[in-house]
């Protein structure tokens, strides 16, 4: 068995995936694999891993399945110990990542995910220290994550009907349902090659993931939170979004919320199934959490 695997879906993005392979390449060895999940690329993605990186274990779809489902058969099929989630836009900054993480898991035995500090930038980056302290959070980031397997296979697979969007903040409260922590680690540092003013100014992109990112986090409510909590958890979100049309004139919400809305109620009959509600106490004993560390920027 090895001790890590590196996992990493993909799709039509096959400049941004050599890139990241060719950054992990060092950290590879008997004890180190790489799997890249293909799920079904147009742009010849399999074919110039196999080519270029032929001790990376590639697994394909012929048609497109789902980033969700990529995610959840990696995680199910690996042996490894411990398996790092990455896009194949993020790759590692700085010396031995790989030790720092195996040594925290042995110190921390309730820890069952590593969140790592995030650079979201296009820009060349050089190893940068900072001075945060590990902490217990609420949840974190997709791009850059590191599983503790045995904790893995204690929750349910991430929901494929999420389909982008909230499946991370749904494992965590599950670990949190099953006793098991998520901790930031920044002394691992990610490079996330994204450039969030281009990201916001798309507007397409804005319309599918403020649609997304509402829609998870009202199944992540009804899902877990006390009943009435949720619903005022439910209700404050929408009043938030239409107070941003109302007054503020932003119009571009409209659809998205509406979509989302939408969303909801179809999926209602799954919320109802697969609801796995806090008690009281757990839901308070969460709240004193800290926020998940999405963006970190360099201290001056």
């Not at 990455?86 to 010396?95: C, E, K």
């Not at 994204?194 to 990201?199: A, D, I, M, Q, S």
């Not at 998870?216 to 009043?239: E, G, Q, R």
């Not at 509406?258 to 209602?268: G, Q």
Request: contains cysteine; positive net charge; proline residues 4%.
């Amino acid at each position: 068995m090895v001790t890590f695997a590196i996992l990493i879906s993909t799709k039509d993005r096959c400049d941004e995936l050599l890139f990241t392979l060719n950054k992990i390449q060092p950290l590879l060895s008997n004890d180190v694999i790489c799997v890249v999940y293909d799920d079904g690329s147009k742009d010849s993605t399999s074919e110039k891993v196999k080519v270029n990186f032929p001790q990376i274990i590639l697994k394909s779809n012929r048609k497109s399945k789902g980033y969700i489902y990529c995610r959840n058969k990696m995680l199910n099929e690996t042996q490894a110990h411990y398996a790092i989630s990455l896009d194949d836009d993020a790759n590692f900054i700085g010396n031995n990542p790989l030790e720092v993480i195996s040594k925290y898991f042995s110190l921390n035995p309730k820890c069952g995910l590593i969140a790592t500090r995030i650079f979201w930038t296009k820009d060349d980056v050089f190893f940068s220290q900072s001075n945060e302290k590990e902490c217990i959070v609420k949840s974190f980031v997709g791009c850059a994550h590191i599983w503790r397997m045995e904790a893995w296979n204690d929750i349910p697979n991430y929901p494929e009907w999420y389909e982008f969007y909230g499946e991370e903040s749904f494992a965590s409260l599950q670990l949190f349902k099953r006793e098991w922590q998520v901790h930031y680690l920044p002394e691992v540092l990610v490079q996330h090659r994204v450039n969030l003013k281009e990201r916001a100014q798309n507007r397409s992109q804005f319309s599918f993931r403020l649609r997304r990112s509402l829609r998870s986090d009202w199944f992540n409510y009804v899902l877990f939170f006390p009943l009435f909590i949720a619903i005022n958890c439910l209700m404050f979100s929408i009043y938030e979004q239409l107070k941003k049309i109302v007054i503020k004139g932003d119009f571009k919400t409209v659809y998205p919320l509406l979509f989302a809305v939408c969303d909801f109620f179809i999926k209602i009959p799954k919320l109802v199934k697969n609801r796995n509600s806090f008690s009281k106490i757990e839901y308070e004993n969460y709240l004193k959490l800290n926020e998940a560390k999405i963006y970190w920027i360099p201290e001056k």
